[in-house]
């Protein structure tokens, strides 16, 4: 039983132009909410986190927008940047920190 | 560099062994979570302990188990080795293991490899 989803396993995406990186969840007791980036070979390293009493939180090219009636959050990325390749996990604060199966962004020139 | 220190970083070992990974949490941070991730998949929660009491558990195996020492470090034991253990396996921490500061800060893993 998967409580935090990610759908799309890969997103290809333009220098300069936005990322918008999805997640769902089905549990609606979890209060918080956080993206990990990961390269190959390291671990997962802190990107933004928001709290489910806001919708959004901004942290320079890195927005996270979190719709509770939907259990729906987003990672946007702009613009993009090359650097930004990596795979991309959300995770919620439930019993421990629950993590998506992860999406690989490649930002490409 | 996070903090979290993983030992050892890569370890083969043969099928029905046991081995044991270590993870050394940053300074002061009480939560201690242990997370396996094979074949590029995605991270499966496998424990969480907090100021050496277990606090939740997830897709944990009976073949192993865990614990959180008076220094706060942990230990992951896994027993009865399968090819299908083969994994990544990464230790985080955070302060707490509630309230808003929850950011789990990753260590660079052991890469476990049954053969």
């Known amino acids: 039983d998967q409580q935090v989803k990610q759908n799309s396993p890969s997103l290809s995406v333009q220098e300069g132009r936005i990322s918008i990186l999805n997640c769902d969840y089905t549990?609606?007791?979890?209060?918080?909410f956080l993206w990990y980036k990961k390269y190959p070979a390291e671990g997962p390293t802190f990107l933004i986190s928001?709290?489910?009493?806001?919708d959004k939180n901004e942290d320079g090219r890195f927005t996270v927008f979190l719709n509770k009636s939907a259990k729906h959050l987003s990672l946007h990325i702009v613009p993009s940047q090359p650097g930004d390749s990596a795979v991309y996990f959300c995770?919620?604060?439930?019993?421990?920190?629950?993590f998506g199966t992860g999406t690989r962004l490649q930002v490409f020139p | 560099d996070s903090g979290v220190t993983q030992t050892p970083k890569h370890l083969i070992t043969a099928t029905g062994q046991r081995v044991t990974l270590r993870c050394s949490p940053r300074?002061?941070?009480?939560?201690v979570y242990w997370y396996q991730q094979s074949l590029d998949q995605g991270l499966q929660f496998l424990i969480h302990?907090?100021?050496?009491?277990?606090?939740a558990k997830g897709n944990i195996l009976e073949r192993f188990s865990a614990q959180q020492f008076p220094d706060l470090h942990s230990e992951l034991n896994l027993s009865s080795l399968e090819l299908g253990d083969s994994a990544l396996y990464f230790c985080?921490?955070?302060?707490?293991?509630?309230?808003?500061?929850?950011?789990?800060?990753f260590g660079q893993g052991t890469r476990l490899t049954v053969v």
């Open positions: 985080a921490s955070s302060a707490t293991g509630t309230g808003m500061n929850t950011e789990a800060f």
């Open positions: 549990n609606s007791m979890f209060d918080y």
């Open positions: 928001i709290s489910s009493i806001k």
């Open positions: 995770a919620a604060r439930g019993d421990g920190l629950i």
């Open positions: 300074s002061g941070d009480l939560s």
């Open positions: 302990y907090y100021n050496g009491e277990e606090r």
